[in-house]
């Protein structure tokens, strides 16, 4: 709510407020006459009469001499002798090619008037009322808010005030001047509190204190002569003059910014800050303001460039509202492209109207025609992209959908692991899509001049590809059009040449361009895949060939990247189970526990089953738990190595019938994450071995360290194994994975060991790796 608003802030809200209820109400009671007046040799002449005026209207003559007004010499009326301007009048006479024409009943402006002035500004106000309370309510204090507020305060009431000002409305007239002098310079004001909260400075804040300074001299020189009712000819132009020049400040600051910080973080929002300022002013500086104070005319009016201010609203509030910005450089670069591609068009179309109108049209005319058609058109083409990107896949047939096509294609070949398969996928897409006749996959060797076809294919087409192909040089992607068909390449090499064949589409007709862009689309992703496919066959073979026939080792570097791999989707695995089953699992055991003990109405018989059932659960809670432990022990890094190892061997002789007996009086060694979870699973390894396989009474651990190395010693008196065959007992039980952990340690593995002698393992890890591999 807005009721935390201080009293100074209230106090302005109201005055904007107040001063907009004025305005609104004087330009709904007074019509808009539109009548310019000079005077001539003590007469004064109607000049101009603005279009879409009551003056308009009612065929007030142009040219006309005003001999009255409200039935005083029109030197008396204000808005005649301070402005050259009929306004605010009940009635007055003229006299026109010697007849006197007298116009009273003046009330009631035009629809056109009330949409430009009246109805437009109104909803504008009421908007940025609107995002007056947003900003105020949710936008972070930060971004100073209030500057913003009164910026966009200062904006619509200006905009609000030109209803009044083309009346002459004396108060109306110094807003419209004050507001639209004072706005550029609150802007300019927020942009330093803003970006002095990313500290980020780029112009000194002397600059809107001058600024102020000025703008307070000119308006304080406007309210005086609108005060004495005397407004000076020399002065007119010094309010139009000085908004110029703040707007090129304005400009000067923006994009001297955007030029100093384009490539960094805050680059975006100098972009969007710039776009937005040009979209608003651009065209009544260029438009408006320029031609005005330069030749005395103006191409868009008043009321038409102020239109665009809505754009400085948005831009500002969408920047502050906003966690994440759209691609502002994708969409300049799309719209400078539809410029290009409209400027030609739209100067041929002003050429043509200005052929077929009958009235020969003024030069403003014909800029004002250029200006509505370029401006459309680049909407046009904007909408179309967009339109084409939304709806083009529910308006036209899923046959001729490309985009569909790819990407079941795409998904298709997902589930396929050779070429020849792949290829099939893609004959089946193209002959689906395109409504081809028969379709035909093969492969040409370009040195031995031989064939290798997935199907059968007629004689005739065989030498017509020789006809064609050995005359030209193709690349993946390339669309070769016979008089017998069409196909496209799919495969290009020094030694073979794949290509999709058809004999050409079920109606005959050649292919068009989109066709053409969807083969060789599909080709070069198919192309693509069967390399890939290729690659990782290739990778899979020098995989194989790595791990030595004598020693059945990976490289050291193969072996740690294979572990880490496997850790990491432990954790993961460990994660998954402690979130999901173990939490429902909980749950459920206390939903059950409170059955129990809160239901009174349960037979003994069922709460002694329901009770079993408890226990159940909670056993099996506590087999999910160590589950999760073996799969990532708990704690481990906090822990460290030694203790995480006495709970696990506290938990290996809870379920085993030896004794484990554990010495780690000399290690005091700070080994990394790598080393510390690497030596824990193969003491797991071991145990789980002592456990399953060597029926041992007695398990002696020794952990020790000295110089770079860290020594663990395992021995258990079981039954042992015949050390002859110990390749065949690695791959079978577990010790194949101890030796690979080991080996991408760099560390080295003793093991001795004979039947009925018990077991015996050393094993050597240097403290300091050679390389790391991290995923």
Same mark, same amino acid.
């Given at each position: 709510?807005?009721?935390?608003?201080?009293?100074?802030?209230?106090?302005?809200?109201?005055?904007?407020?107040?001063?907009?209820?004025?305005?609104?109400?004087?330009?709904?009671?007074?019509?808009?006459?539109?009548?310019?007046?000079?005077?001539?040799?003590?007469?004064?002449?109607?000049?101009?009469?603005?279009?879409?005026?009551?003056?308009?209207?009612?065929?007030?003559?142009?040219?006309?001499?005003?001999?009255?007004?409200?039935?005083?010499?029109?030197?008396?009326?204000?808005?005649?002798?301070?402005?050259?301007?009929?306004?605010?009048?009940?009635?007055?006479?003229?006299?026109?090619?010697?007849?006197?024409?007298?116009?009273?009943?003046?009330?009631?402006?035009?629809?056109?008037?009330?949409?430009?002035?009246?109805?437009?500004?109104?909803?504008?106000?009421?908007?940025?009322?609107?995002?007056?309370?947003?900003?105020?309510?949710?936008?972070?204090?930060?971004?100073?808010?209030?500057?913003?507020?009164?910026?966009?305060?200062?904006?619509?009431?200006?905009?609000?005030?030109?209803?009044?000002?083309?009346?002459?409305?004396?108060?109306?007239?110094?807003?419209?001047?004050?507001?639209?002098?004072?706005?550029?310079?609150?802007?300019?004001?927020?942009?330093?509190?803003?970006?002095?909260?990313?500290?980020?400075?780029?112009?000194?804040?002397?600059?809107?204190?001058?600024?102020?300074? $000025? +703008?307070?001299?000119?308006? %304080? @020189?406007? *309210?005086?002569?609108? &005060?004495?009712?005397?407004?000076? #000819?020399?002065? /007119?132009?010094?309010?139009?003059?000085?908004?110029?020049?703040?707007?090129?400040?304005?400009?000067?600051?923006?994009?001297?910014?955007?030029?100093?910080?384009?490539?960094?973080?805050?680059?975006?929002?100098?972009?969007?800050?710039?776009?937005?300022?040009?979209?608003?002013?651009?065209?009544?500086?260029?438009?408006?303001?320029?031609?005005?104070?330069?030749?005395?005319?103006?191409?868009?009016?008043?009321?038409?460039?102020?239109?665009?201010?809505?754009?400085?609203?948005?831009?500002?509030?969408?920047?502050?509202?906003?966690?994440?910005?759209?691609?502002?450089?994708?969409?300049?670069?799309?719209?400078?492209?539809?410029?290009?591609?409209?400027?030609?068009?739209?100067?041929?179309?002003?050429?043509?109207?200005?052929? $077929? +109108?009958?009235?020969?049209? %003024? @030069?403003? *005319?014909?800029?004002? &025609?250029?200006?509505?058609?370029? #401006?459309?058109? /680049?909407?046009?083409?904007?909408?179309?992209?967009?339109?084409?990107?939304?709806?083009?896949?529910?308006?036209?047939?899923?046959?001729?959908?490309?985009?569909?096509?790819?990407?079941?294609?795409?998904?298709?070949?997902?589930?396929?692991?050779?070429?020849?398969?792949?290829?099939?996928?893609?004959?089946?897409?193209?002959?689906?899509?395109?409504?081809?006749?028969?379709?035909?996959?093969?492969?040409?060797?370009?040195?031995?001049?031989?064939?290798?076809?997935?199907?059968?294919?007629?004689?005739?087409?065989?030498?017509?590809?020789?006809?064609?192909?050995?005359?030209?040089?193709?690349?993946?992607?390339?669309?070769?059009?016979?008089?017998?068909?069409?196909?496209?390449?799919?495969?290009?090499?020094?030694?073979?040449?794949?290509?999709?064949?058809?004999?050409?589409?079920?109606?005959?007709?050649?292919?068009?361009?989109?066709?053409?862009?969807?083969?060789?689309?599909?080709?070069?992703?198919?192309?693509?895949?069967?390399?890939?496919?290729?690659?990782?066959?290739?990778?899979?073979?020098?995989?194989?060939?790595?791990?030595?026939?004598?020693?059945?080792?990976?490289?050291?570097?193969?072996?740690?990247?294979?572990?880490?791999?496997?850790?990491?989707?432990?954790?993961?695995?460990?994660?998954?189970?402690?979130?999901?089953?173990?939490?429902?699992?909980?749950?459920?055991?206390?939903?059950?526990?409170?059955?129990?003990?809160?239901?009174?109405?349960?037979?003994?018989?069922?709460?002694?089953?329901?009770?079993?059932?408890?226990?159940?659960?909670?056993?099996?809670?506590?087999?999910?738990?160590?589950?999760?432990?073996?799969?990532?022990?708990?704690?481990?890094?906090?822990?460290?190595?030694?203790?995480?190892?006495?709970?696990?061997?506290?938990?290996?002789?809870?379920?085993?019938?030896?004794?484990?007996?554990?010495?780690?009086?000399?290690?005091?060694?700070?080994?990394?994450?790598?080393?510390?979870?690497?030596?824990?699973?193969?003491?797991?390894?071991?145990?789980?071995?002592?456990?399953?396989?060597?029926?041992?009474?007695?398990?002696?651990?020794?952990?020790?360290?000295?110089?770079?190395?860290?020594?663990?010693?395992?021995?258990?008196?079981?039954?042992?194994?015949?050390?002859?065959?110990?390749?065949?007992?690695?791959?079978?039980?577990?010790?194949?994975?101890?030796?690979?952990?080991?080996?991408?340690?760099?560390?080295?593995?003793?093991?001795?060991?004979?039947?009925?002698?018990?077991?015996?393992?050393?094993?050597?890890?240097?403290?300091?790796?050679?390389?790391?591999?991290?995923?």
């Amino acid at each position: 709510m807005m009721l935390n608003i201080k009293w100074s802030q209230w106090v302005i809200l109201s005055f904007f407020i107040l001063s907009a209820c004025y305005m609104i109400i004087f330009s709904v009671i007074q019509p808009y006459l539109g009548i310019d007046v000079k005077e001539n040799h003590g007469e004064w002449i109607i000049t101009d009469i603005q279009k879409g005026s009551w003056g308009d209207r009612n065929n007030v003559p142009s040219g006309a001499v005003i001999e009255t007004v409200d039935g005083k010499n029109p030197s008396e009326h204000r808005s005649v002798s301070m402005f050259n301007e009929i306004e605010g009048a009940d009635s007055f006479l003229v006299e026109y090619n010697g007849r006197e024409k007298f116009y009273e009943d003046i009330e009631h402006s035009s629809p056109l008037h009330w949409l430009l002035y009246i109805v437009l500004p109104v909803i504008f106000f009421i908007a940025i009322l609107g995002i007056t309370f947003l900003v105020h309510n949710r936008v972070p204090k930060r971004y100073s808010a209030n500057q913003l507020i009164l910026f966009f305060l200062a904006i619509a009431t200006g905009y609000l005030s030109n209803s009044g000002a083309v009346r002459d409305d004396l108060y109306s007239l110094f807003l419209n001047k004050s507001l639209f002098l004072i706005a550029p310079v609150i802007l300019i004001h927020f942009l330093y509190k803003y970006f002095q909260e990313l500290d980020i400075y780029w112009f000194s804040k002397r600059i809107y204190y001058w600024l102020y300074t $000025l +703008v307070l001299v000119v308006s %304080s @020189l406007e *309210s005086f002569f609108l &005060v004495v009712k005397k407004y000076p #000819a020399y002065f /007119v132009p010094v309010p139009h003059l000085l908004l110029l020049f703040l707007y090129i400040i304005s400009f000067f600051i923006i994009y001297r910014g955007l030029y100093f910080h384009r490539g960094s973080s805050v680059g975006p929002i100098f972009m969007y800050m710039a776009v937005g300022m040009t979209i608003a002013f651009f065209p009544y500086i260029w438009l408006y303001l320029i031609p005005s104070l330069a030749f005395g005319v103006k191409v868009i009016s008043l009321e038409v460039g102020a239109m665009f201010l809505v754009a400085l609203p948005i831009t500002f509030m969408y920047l502050v509202s906003r966690e994440q910005l759209i691609d502002i450089d994708f969409v300049i670069d799309r719209v400078r492209y539809y410029i290009i591609l409209s400027l030609i068009p739209s100067i041929a179309l002003v050429f043509i109207i200005g052929w $077929l +109108v009958e009235d020969a049209l %003024s @030069l403003i *005319s014909y800029i004002q &025609v250029y200006l509505v058609l370029h #401006a459309s058109l /680049v909407l046009f083409l904007s909408l179309k992209e967009v339109l084409d990107f939304r709806l083009q896949r529910f308006l036209f047939s899923a046959r001729y959908s490309y985009q569909e096509s790819m990407h079941r294609m795409a998904q298709d070949m997902k589930e396929q692991s050779n070429a020849v398969d792949l290829m099939k996928v893609m004959r089946d897409e193209v002959r689906n899509v395109l409504n081809v006749r028969e379709i035909y996959i093969y492969s040409k060797h370009n040195k031995q001049n031989m064939y290798c076809v997935y199907d059968q294919i007629p004689t005739e087409i065989i030498d017509h590809f020789e006809e064609h192909l050995n005359s030209h040089q193709y690349d993946v992607g390339s669309i070769i059009e016979t008089e017998k068909g069409f196909g496209v390449i799919v495969g290009y090499s020094l030694e073979k040449l794949t290509m999709i064949w058809c004999r050409g589409k079920k109606d005959y007709t050649t292919l068009n361009r989109d066709e053409k862009t969807y083969l060789q689309t599909i080709s070069h992703n198919a192309n693509i895949a069967i390399q890939n496919m290729n690659t990782i066959e290739d990778l899979l073979k020098e995989l194989r060939q790595l791990r030595s026939d004598q020693t059945q080792k990976y490289p050291t570097w193969l072996s740690r990247l294979l572990f880490t791999i496997a850790e990491n989707q432990r954790k993961q695995l460990s994660i998954d189970l402690h979130d999901t089953v173990l939490q429902e699992q909980l749950y459920l055991y206390r939903k059950m526990d409170d059955l129990i003990s809160h239901r009174n109405d349960l037979t003994e018989s069922f709460r002694a089953e329901l009770l079993m059932y408890k226990e159940s659960l909670l056993d099996s809670i506590h087999l999910i738990r160590e589950t999760c432990n073996e799969l990532r022990p708990a704690f481990i890094e906090e822990m460290g190595l030694v203790q995480s190892l006495k709970n696990l061997i506290q938990q290996y002789q809870l379920r085993s019938n030896f004794t484990v007996y554990f010495s780690n009086e000399r290690f005091d060694a700070e080994l990394d994450q790598e080393r510390i979870l690497a030596i824990f699973r193969v003491v797991q390894e071991l145990l789980t071995n002592a456990m399953k396989h060597s029926g041992a009474k007695i398990v002696k651990l020794s952990l020790s360290n000295g110089g770079d190395q860290v020594m663990l010693l395992y021995s258990d008196n079981g039954k042992g194994m015949d050390y002859s065959v110990q390749r065949d007992l690695f791959s079978h039980i577990g010790l194949s994975g101890i030796e690979q952990r080991v080996n991408g340690l760099n560390g080295h593995l003793e093991i001795e060991t004979e039947p009925g002698a018990g077991f015996k393992t050393i094993i050597t890890f240097p403290i300091t790796s050679k390389k790391e591999i991290h995923v």
